[in-house]
């Protein structure tokens, strides 16, 4: 986690070549920005390879999953904040 506040929070994943989010959701909009590293991201009909550079934004409660090519960093931010990251 970088910062949060009472409304957002702001996190940087690290990840591994091989990682993968299994598809999932949560009450929160999730927006990210791709730092590096190479992604394979789906969700809501989109199916996507993004790397640095590119943004996404995840609608709250929409199913979505990750699988890392490369490995990398990128920057999601939550509104609210994810209270399982706390």
Do not use: C
Request: no cysteine; proline share 7%; hydrophobic share 35%.
């Amino acid at each position: 986690m970088l910062a949060h506040g009472t409304q957002s929070m702001v996190t940087k994943m690290l990840y591994k070549q091989g990682d993968t989010v299994p598809k999932h959701a949560h009450p929160n909009e999730q927006s990210g920005y791709v730092l590096s590293g190479k992604y394979s991201i789906r969700f809501a009909g989109y199916n996507e390879e993004i790397g640095p550079g590119d943004s996404y934004s995840i609608p709250a409660n929409i199913e979505h999953s990750l699988d890392v090519i490369e490995a990398g960093e990128v920057i999601d931010l939550f509104v609210p904040p994810r209270r399982d990251f706390l």
